[in-house]
């Protein structure tokens, strides 16, 4: 998690934790609703990523 | 629906803010395609496992400042649903956006709870948001699956007995037929794991559904209007029971039917 850039990470737990609808998220983050699915996408890949990641450190060591 | 677009929309997808097609086309592609299955299947889990087990993590600073100067704002931005687009009369339309405040403030309140590291849960459960979310499930459902009335009458004497014995609550149940809303008939239906009794109410080839149920909060709450893929909700809670009336219905007909509803009684 804390290796997600900042602006992913507040979208993500705006999502996540306090799931707030995409409108509601782009009304407190003042960005446009697409920049809201884009960040959103992005955030769970690449956290998807680093879990893959780690994963596979866990079971190397 | 393809690979590349389901791809692009699976976010929206699981975040339910899809519209009812788009939701049927990617829930379809995904059961007959194993590749964009096991994709929603990992990000399933990711949300699972970051709900359950994310601790809170203080926003940026930059982000602290915005919600702490959005919380001090006199006047909130215009609301999420612009209200003022609809072709309302003045008086309808500043009476909306009084009670549109609260509802137009929730983000934010939201939002603020992320400012606690590690705090107790502030938003309260369940949270309007979600009774939105049954709420306007339960209207698509009553259309989707032909279950629109367990008892069809036009009659209000036929229709209010029918719900006693079935709930342990009374329901007034008024036919606007002179009004142009005639009463379609009745259904017991569930939100949130609550019976509720769904009044239908039929305007040209639109349904208006009405539910009511009891409500835990003693004092009167005023109109405020919600809407989620195309649909519009109006709820309020008065003398002790919820309403939610929930309609595909253009904004004006919509605000007249449920102007009626209040004034009786």
Redesign the interface.
Known sequence: ?EALP?EF??V??????????????A????IPIGTV?SR??RA?RQ??AA?ACREQAGSAS | MNCSDTKRLI??YL?N?LDLRGALEIEEHVARCPGCGEEER??RE??AS??AN?I??A??PE?EA??RE?LHVEEP?VP?ESVESSPTPPRAARHLRRAWKWAAL???A??A??LVVAGPRL?PAP?E??VADAVIAAHVRSLLANHLTDVASSDQHAVKPWFQGKLDYSVSVTDWTAEGYPLAGGRLDYVEDTPAAALVYRRAQHVVNLFVWPSKRAADEPLRRLS?RGYSAYCWVKDGMHYWAVSDLNETELQKFVELVRRQG
Request: no cysteine; net charge neutral.
């Open positions: 998690m900042v990470r507040e993500f737990v705006l999502r996540e934790m306090e799931e707030l609808s995409y409108k509601e998220i009304d407190v983050a003042r699915m959103l996408s769970r956290l998807q879990v | 976010d929206a975040d803010e990992a990000l990711l949300q970051a709900r994310l809170r993590y926003p940026s982000f915005r919600l959005a931005p999420v929730a983000p934010f939201a939002a709870a992320l938003w949270s948001a979600s989620r």
